[in-house]
């Protein structure tokens, strides 16, 4: 899912935060036993695919044997100017046809972040027990003031009325990196817990094999 946002500035201040995510198996407890039984899966014929399945976001397929990599994402593109046209005295005559004697700082060329939640799963079979290593990367994304220098601030007349407030904004964004890992036995359903920022959220993991 995908939207579209403008903002005009200046400056992009980006912080990052990084994290480990914590994870929880089933409900079986963890025993001798219950450890050999789990190894006993690497016994087994690797499978030719898996399917991973994180609630709240797409499945992806992956073939283990090759360490594949998959990229999940749950995003929307956030555009902003990184450069300007300056502000514009405009003639006399101009003005006298009507033109507003200013024209504010322009933007003339955008990029574009990717807001919200980008994934890249990896899976390893070890026979039928399959390893599954996560990044997590979550962006937010705040408008803050990103107008400075000789060209910045409100345009007034010569009587001090405002005339334009040549405002420009730019995104501050923070990125909280979650990182996992867990070995799955398929058809069994996991706990992770991924971060938004200093926001904890539980999500489940399911691992098929085919």
Request: hydrophobic residues 40%; without cysteine; glycine residues 6%.
């Given at each position: 899912m995908k939207h579209?946002?403008?903002?005009?500035?200046?400056?992009?201040?980006?912080?990052?935060?990084?994290?480990?995510?914590?994870s929880k198996p089933s409900?079986?407890?963890?025993?001798?036993?219950?450890?050999?039984?789990?190894?006993?899966?690497?016994?087994a014929a690797h499978p030719a695919k898996v399917t991973i399945a994180i609630s709240g976001f797409s499945k992806v397929t992956v073939v283990p044997e090759e360490g594949h990599k998959a990229v999940v994402e749950d995003i929307r593109e956030?555009?902003?100017?990184?450069?300007?046209?300056p502000p514009q005295a405009m003639p006399a005559?101009?003005?006298?046809?009507?033109?507003?004697?200013?024209?504010?700082?322009?933007?003339?060329?955008?990029?574009?972040i990717n807001v919200g939640w980008t994934m890249t799963l990896v899976a390893q079979a070890h026979g039928r027990l399959i390893?599954?290593?996560?990044v997590a990367d979550h962006v937010e994304v705040e408008s803050v003031t990103g107008g400075y220098g000789a060209l910045s601030?409100?345009?007034?007349?010569?009587?001090?009325?405002?005339?334009?407030p040549n405002k420009l904004e730019q995104p501050k964004s923070l990125t909280?990196?979650?990182?996992f890992h867990?070995?799955?036995?398929?058809?069994?359903?996991?706990?992770?817990?991924?971060y938004r920022g200093g926001k904890a959220e539980k999500h489940t993991v399911t691992v098929t094999a085919e």
């Open positions: 579209s946002y403008l903002f005009a500035g200046l400056a992009l201040a980006v912080a990052a935060v990084t994290v480990a995510a914590v409900s079986k407890q963890l025993t001798p036993r219950r450890v050999a039984e789990v190894n006993e899966l690497s016994n956030y555009h902003y100017p990184t450069e300007f046209d005559k101009a003005v006298e046809r009507g033109i507003p004697p200013i024209t504010p700082t322009t933007p003339r060329a955008f990029e574009t390893e599954v290593y996560g601030g409100p345009i007034v007349s010569e009587q001090g009325e405002v005339i334009t909280t990196t979650t990182r867990l070995f799955a036995v398929p058809g069994e359903t996991y706990d992770v817990t991924l």
